[in-house]
């Protein structure tokens, strides 16, 4: 992800979120921010989704993630959840873990497709509306290897 690319995932997280992080947010996250890192997807020339996530020491901390809605259900986030837990298991990476709002049933549905398991809740994380978020973690030294291979409409 590149500042350049910003126009165009600003309008995928304002589709996505209730509360969508600013323009300065990304920025600080690909100029500023020493652990962490944000890929885009493209289909074609237009970005259809993104994924940002903090690298800190054996451990990566998924911090956005999201698909243009107009390309959801075609798994694209599954390839891209996919490839970044190969590339983590590739590094030795023990873990990724990442919050998500518990009535989001199928970024559950997909996260627990990967091994991904509730491990812990914060209490009125979301202000929007004060809604909890699950803490969902994936152990990788345990995790099936062949669940991004699995394919979904």
Request: hydrophobic fraction near 40%; include cysteine; glycine fraction near 8%.
């Amino acid at each position: 992800m590149r500042a350049g690319d910003l126009d165009e995932v600003l309008a995928i997280e304002r589709a996505s979120f209730t509360m969508p992080w600013s323009r300065g947010a990304f920025l600080y996250e690909i100029e500023q921010n020493r652990v962490a890192r944000c890929h885009v997807v493209r289909d074609g020339g237009t970005i259809v989704g993104y994924v940002c996530v903090w690298e800190i020491a054996d451990e990566v901390h998924v911090t956005n993630i999201a698909i243009h809605p107009a390309h959801r259900r075609r798994g694209i986030a599954r390839d891209l959840l996919a490839g970044l837990l190969a590339e983590a298991r590739a590094r030795d990476v023990r873990m990724v873990v990442l919050e998500v709002r518990p009535s989001n049933y199928p970024a559950i549905a997909l996260y627990e497709s990967f091994n991904f398991r509730v491990t812990g809740r914060r209490r009125g994380y979301y202000y929007d509306t004060g809604e909890d978020a699950l803490v969902m973690e994936s152990r990788l030294a345990t995790a099936s290897p062949a669940a991004g291979n699995q394919r979904t409409g």
